[in-house]
């Protein structure tokens, strides 16, 4: 079964400045999605960045990016130029490759961002 | 268009009474996910619905949990007989059915079961 860890239950920045977050998976599978997921207060789950495996290219989403190492099964969330409204748990999540059962979304445990004016 | 919607957005009830959650997916999408959220903790897959597939039950906790979809749209989770142990916040999320498709995320019921 695949495991999805976040290491860091909260990490605080400042706004403007630059923070990293943190998430190790366990999987045998060669191919597979990685998500970051942001839950407000409003309790929403939004989609921030997505990974496919196969790409060695690290995806990017504005102030979003990620660290993929594929090798160490880290998938890393930086965030650029933090802004208060960042503040949120994020979520990383590990998604199988293939359509059919099992698609579901496997998340780690969370990290709580807080961001200080 | 209109996202994924759930009813009710909070929900309290008695140890030992059955419960009902909706969820209405985005219009066209075939895969609906139902996910339970403990306080403080990531989300846990509870069942999969995809199309007129057979649903995958894998993850619900117990025989109380139990879901139904009419067709490709709107989904029922019923808790009976709720245990302290169901507080949660339940949520509901769509996607297009394809592979590595996005899912989008219902705002949640938060069920408390005194």
């Known amino acids: 079964a695949q495991t999805v860890t976040q290491s860091q239950p909260e990490m605080s920045v400042q706004e403007a400045e630059t923070v990293t977050l943190s998430c190790t998976y366990d999987t045998s599978e060669s191919d597979y999605y990685l998500f970051w997921y942001k839950q407000p207060p409003s309790r929403q789950m939004i989609l921030v960045i997505r990974q496919e495996a196969y790409k060695q290219q690290n995806a990017t989403e504005n102030r979003f990016s990620v660290n993929f190492q594929k090798a160490a099964k880290s998938f890393s969330l930086k965030i650029s130029d933090s802004q208060l409204g960042d503040a949120a748990m994020y979520f990383c999540?590990?998604?199988?490759?293939?359509?059919?059962?099992?698609?579901?979304?496997?998340f780690g445990g969370g990290t709580r961002l807080m961001v200080k004016p | 268009g209109a996202g994924v919607s759930q009813s009710p957005s909070n929900k309290v009830t008695e140890k030992g009474k059955d419960v009902e959650l909706r969820c209405d997916p985005i219009?066209?999408?075939?895969?609906l996910y139902w996910y339970r959220q403990r306080l403080g903790q990531g989300l846990e897959f509870l069942i999969y619905?995809?199309?007129?597939?057979?649903?995958?039950k894998s993850g619900l906790p117990s025989d109380r949990f139990s879901a139904e979809r009419t067709g490709e749209s709107v989904s029922t989770l019923t808790i009976q007989r709720t245990q302290q142990e169901d507080s949660a916040v339940y949520l509901c999320?769509?996607?297009?059915?394809?592979?590595?498709?996005?899912?989008?995320f219902g705002p949640g019921t938060r069920l408390t079961v005194l």
């Open positions: 219009s066209g999408h075939t895969a």
């Open positions: 999320a769509s996607s297009p059915g394809l592979a590595g498709d996005t899912q989008y």
């Open positions: 999540a590990y998604r199988r490759l293939r359509n059919n059962a099992g698609n579901m979304l496997t």
């Open positions: 619905f995809q199309g007129n597939s057979a649903p995958d």
